[in-house]
């Protein structure tokens, strides 16, 4: 009886240890199958420039776009540019590579001015109205990440900004932009001031509500980090009180994140909704006598919690706004929970509990509400390192590995977004844009250095 037992943990056993080597396996073939795809394409993102792109730029992908300019777009490609580039590139090669980094960023400030307005995508046939409308200050511009890919550039080259002094009056302006038109003062929340390219289409925290009411996490998190990189880019140019303006700014904006985001119910961060009726001494008449409406007992808060399960949520930890105590709590509740976010091909974008959850196909606006996307499953990724939930990173790092590489060899290429059970693409084949951020990931994996964005 005995030796039967230990037959059958031996059995146990060996089946354990092969599924292991099978799955590793697995992970080293698709690993070569995206290293092999990305090496031998990456340079066809580079761009001459030409009409109204005057610099040289990097396109999303060679596969898809034309002489077009997006705005975090060119950010996140140019990180995973720089990983590839750190794993077989030459000096020549990083060179190279350097003007057309830099002309995305000079593209954008090119149209820049005292008001501040930059826009969020140029074509080579735009023109003046395309890239600078009238009504300026009701419409969304180029998202809070200008300033933190020109910080990226720069702490790439050895930390030399002289290629963007001349223009950082602009970057300025930009930033001050936001905060002038863009910023709620009540909560000191920044907002969207409608639904329209906001890089998260049909997030329901945003889509199609009311103009200027969305107090958005992913927003709030992009400028925390942005005004971060003001505040490196104005030191380095000997402008030490400017920079500690902007370091003002961004103490500011991390604590209004947390007393107007942090969920304690929840152990989450959310949007907010500011759409509230503006507290005024209202006479009503309609009783027959005169009093004022509510005068009892106003409300005293600035907004409302979206409780809204979207993975913007752990931006908080890729940002860094998150404490220790609540980034446990995000990952141990949200992350980790096979009900709401937790995937086998990754990081659901909307929680499968929601009721507007939806797989279905749609490239415009393109489909944010559950379809796992190549930068989501990065930037949880990132935030989950930056924490140190090092099981957690390695889990989804993993994921994204199988997801695009049996993507590239059953299909020969990326798409846009996928299925989050099968993994299936759903739209889009050719979309190569951040999905190259898997590089980065596999660099973490392998322990060899890694590029960093900001």
């Known amino acids: 009886m005995k030796k039967?037992?230990?037959?059958?943990?031996?059995?146990?056993l060996m089946s354990f240890f092969y599924a292991n080597a099978?799955?590793?396996?697995?992970?080293?073939?698709?690993i070569s199958t995206i290293k092999s795809n990305i090496y031998k394409d990456y340079k066809g993102m580079y761009r001459k420039g030409g009409g109204s792109l005057v610099y040289p730029f990097l396109t999303p992908g060679s596969n898809q776009y034309d002489n077009v300019l997006w705005d975090w777009d060119s950010w996140l490609s140019n990180i995973a540019l720089r990983q590839i580039l750190m794993d077989i590139g030459s000096e020549k090669d990083k060179q190279e590579a350097l003007k057309y980094e830099q002309g995305c960023v000079l593209n954008f400030l090119h149209y820049g001015d005292w008001d501040g307005y930059l826009p969020i995508v140029i074509w080579e046939d735009s023109k003046p109205r395309d890239i600078?409308?009238?009504?300026?200050?009701?419409?969304n511009m180029?998202?809070?990440v200008l300033a933190q890919h020109a910080a990226f550039i720069t702490q790439n080259n050895n930390g030399n900004a002289a290629w963007i002094k001349e223009?950082?009056?602009h970057l300025q302006a930009f930033v001050n932009n936001y905060k002038s038109h863009h910023q709620n003062k009540a909560t000191g929340l920044y907002y969207w001031q409608n639904d329209v390219a906001i890089g998260v289409?049909?997030?329901?925290?945003?889509?199609f509500r009311p103009n200027k009411s969305s107090a958005s996490i992913y927003l709030n998190?992009?400028?925390?980090?942005?005004?971060?990189?003001?505040v490196y880019l104005a030191n380095l140019l000997n402008l030490s009180n400017v920079a500690k303006e902007f370091a003002l700014d961004a103490e500011n904006l991390k604590t209004a994140l947390q007393n107007n985001c942090w969920d304690e119910r929840d152990g989450f961060f959310y949007s907010v909704d500011l759409n509230l009726r503006p507290v005024a001494n209202v006479e009503d008449k309609t009783l027959g006598r005169s009093f004022i409406i509510h005068s009892g007992y106003p409300r005293d808060y600035d907004g409302l919690i979206q409780r809204i399960g979207v993975w913007s949520g752990f931006l908080a930890l890729w940002s860094g706004i998150a404490t220790p105590e609540q980034a446990d709590r995000i990952v141990k509740e949200h992350y980790l929970n096979t009900k709401t976010f937790n995937a086998p091909a990754g990081v659901r974008t909307l929680s499968k509990m929601e009721k507007m959850y939806s797989l279905r196909s749609s490239a415009n606006p393109s489909n944010w509400r559950g379809p796992i996307w190549g930068i989501s499953n990065y930037m949880v990724f990132k935030g989950l390192v930056k924490y140190g939930y090092t099981k957690e990173a390695t889990e989804l790092a993993k994921k994204t590995i199988r997801l695009f590489?049996?993507?590239?060899?059953?299909?020969?290429?990326?798409h846009e977004y996928y299925e989050p059970e099968s993994g299936e693409p759903i739209l889009n084949k050719g979309f190569q844009n951040w999905n190259y951020l898997v590089i980065n990931m596999i660099a973490w994996l392998e322990n060899k250095k890694v590029v960093e964005e900001f």
Request: aromatic share 14%; charged share 25%; net charge neutral.
């Open 4 to 12: 039967k037992t230990n037959y059958i943990v031996l059995l146990v």
């Open 142 to 144: 180029h998202k809070p």
């Open 167 to 169: 223009k950082f009056y």
């Open 22 to 30: 099978q799955q590793k396996d697995s992970i080293t073939s698709y």
């Open 132 to 139: 600078k409308p009238e009504n300026i200050y009701d419409v």
């Open 201 to 207: 289409d049909n997030d329901p925290s945003t889509f």
């Open 221 to 230: 998190c992009l400028m925390y980090k942005e005004l971060q990189s003001m």
């Open 405 to 414: 590489g049996n993507d590239f060899q059953k299909n020969g290429a990326l």
